[in-house]
């Protein structure tokens, strides 16, 4: 049984910055892709950013490229999503999502555990 567990989201004015962070219970957490997705109301689970097992490869969508970052700290058992330059638009809850997988994926099918998520607002 994998859990993960979103931290960071809160309440920000537009053109500020937050950094989400998911803490993974898992014996190895290398052997996982992750990804973040959010959800706004009324709208679909979408993909934000993907990061494959070892960080070498990342991905985003095309409304967060140039803004937002993916990483993670597989000694911390940890991935992160720094946001910058948020937007009204960015307002959704937030999950992080895991495959047991080296690479991540774009749909949320294809992943095997999610987190509870964070409520992420953008006040304009």
């Known amino acids: 049984q994998v859990r993960l567990v979103e931290s960071g989201g809160g309440l920000v004015q537009a053109g500020g910055s937050l950094r989400l962070s998911c803490a993974a219970s898992?014996?190895?957490?290398?052997?996982?892709?992750m990804g973040w997705f959010r959800q706004a109301p009324g709208k679909e689970r979408e993909f934000v950013a993907g990061i494959n097992w070892i960080a070498s490869s990342t991905g985003y969508a095309d409304s967060v490229k140039g803004r937002f970052t993916i990483s993670r700290d597989n000694a911390k058992n940890t991935v992160y999503l720094q946001m910058n330059s948020l937007k009204s638009e960015d307002t959704a809850v937030y999950y992080c999502?895991?495959?047991?997988?080296?690479?991540?994926?774009?749909?949320?099918?294809?992943?095997?555990?999610w987190g509870q998520g964070t409520q992420v607002t953008v006040s304009s």
């Open positions: 999502a895991g495959r047991l997988d080296r690479s991540y994926n774009y749909y949320v099918g294809q992943y095997d555990y």
């Open positions: 898992v014996l190895t957490f290398s052997n996982y892709a």
